[in-house]
């Protein structure tokens, strides 16, 4: 299996509201990073987003939402598996 690395960190400075709708971030995301990575991994990145947007109440789906015990309970929700592994 291949060595799995991690990109630098993405940051846009068009997102300046808090209350930025979270599926346009997402939208602008995977339309940037096209031409940096492979396509399997861009559909990778667009499911993965696309199923956290939606995992969480629409209410919440803006930049706000965004915090690391979000993301943390949406992996629980989501990939049981994981829970059980660790």
Same mark, same amino acid.
């Given at each position: 299996m291949g060595e799995?690395? +991690?990109p630098d960190s993405y940051r846009d400075t068009r997102v300046k509201r808090p209350d930025f709708p979270l599926a346009d971030a997402?939208?602008? +995301?995977i339309a940037d990073k096209a031409s940096?990575?492979?396509p399997t991994t861009l559909r990778t990145y667009r499911s993965h987003l696309n199923l956290f947007c939606s995992w969480l109440p629409e209410r919440e789906r803006t930049m706000r939402s965004l915090e690391p015990e979000t993301a943390e309970r949406s992996l629980a929700a989501l990939v049981p598996a994981r829970r059980e592994a660790s």
């Open positions: 799995r690395t +991690f997402i939208g602008w +995301f940096d990575v492979e």
